[in-house]
C-alpha cells in the first residue's frame, strides 16, 4: 500500500455514481526515489498502476485485484521535484459477473501522464 506513505490524499471529488477525481501529493522525500533514480527521480510505473487500485478501492470500500488491462499508456515522466501535486480521476462500471471495468487517468497540472484503459478489477 502505497497511501499514507508514498502519497496523501489532498482531496477527493465524486463527479457521478461511478466517476471521481481525487488530488494527490508525491512524497518526493520517499526511499523509492533513491533508487529509482537518485539524479533524476520519477514515480516507477508500476507505482501508477498502484495509485489507481489503491483510490478505485477507497472509492469502492472494498479491495480489488486487476486482472486484465486493455491498454496501459506511460505518457510522461513524473518527477516529484519538479512534481508533487497529481490529479487521478477514474470512471468505472459494475459488471453483473462481480467486476469493474475501469479507465483512469494520472495528471499533472492538466496534463496526462498515465493512462489505464478498460482495466477489469475483481
Do not use: R
Not at 457521478?16 to 533524476?40: A, D, Q, T
Not at 485485484?65 to 480521476?89: C, G, Q
Amino acid at each position: 500500500m502505497l497511501k499514507g506513505d508514498f502519497y496523501t490524499i489532498i482531496s477527493t471529488a465524486t463527479k457521478e455514481s461511478n466517476s471521481f477525481s481525487s488530488v494527490l501529493e508525491i512524497n518526493k522525500e520517499h526511499e523509492i526515489f533513491k533508487g529509482h533514480f537518485p539524479e533524476l527521480p520519477i514515480v516507477p510505473g508500476v507505482c501508477m498502476m498502484q495509485i489507481i487500485k489503491e483510490q478505485l478501492e477507497d472509492n469502492l470500500q472494498k479491495k480489488v485485484k486487476l486482472l486484465s488491462s486493455s491498454n496501459i499508456k506511460f505518457l510522461s515522466l513524473i518527477n516529484p521535484a519538479e512534481n508533487t501535486v497529481i490529479e487521478v480521476d477514474i470512471k468505472f462500471i459494475a459488471t453483473e459477473e462481480g467486476t469493474y471495468v475501469t479507465d483512469g487517468v494520472i495528471s499533472v497540472k492538466g496534463a496526462p501522464y498515465f493512462k489505464l484503459v478498460k482495466a477489469i478489477y475483481k
